[in-house]
């Protein structure tokens, strides 16, 4: 079992940073391949971005590749997503979520765990 707890969700105005973070406790955490997902109210849940369990290969979504950035930190045990530029339209809750098959994904049914999500709010 993985625990993941997101952090670092608010407010902003558009144009405005954050940055997530998303501790892991449980299994060795440098196993997992790390993923951002987001879900907006009444919209499906959709992929943001991924990070493999070395750190040295990312993927993201085109709305938001130029402006967000995921990284990690095994050492310790967190994952990021320092988000710039921040738009009205990337208001969600966000979630991280671990993935124990090797190999970068952007399907939220291949991930194994989840976090409870932290709310990003972007104001025009």
């Known amino acids: 079992q993985v625990q993941l707890v997101e952090s670092g969700g608010g407010l902003v105005q558009a144009g405005g940073s954050l940055r997530l973070s998303c501790a892991a406790s449980g299994r060795t955490f440098s196993n997992y391949e790390m993923g951002w997902f987001r879900q907006a109210p009444g919209k499906e849940r959709e992929f943001v971005a991924t990070?493999?369990?070395?750190?040295?290969?990312?993927y993201y979504a085109d709305s938001v590749k130029g402006r967000f950035t995921i990284s990690r930190d095994n050492a310790k045990n967190t994952v990021y997503l320092q988000m710039n530029s921040l738009k009205p339209e990337d208001t969600a809750v966000y979630y991280c979520?671990?993935?124990?098959?090797?190999?970068?994904?952007?399907?939220?049914?291949?991930?194994?765990?989840w976090g409870q999500g932290t709310q990003v709010t972007v104001s025009s």
């Open positions: 990070i493999n369990w070395t750190g040295g290969s990312t």
């Open positions: 979520a671990a993935r124990a098959t090797r190999g970068s994904s952007w399907f939220a049914s291949t991930y194994d765990y």
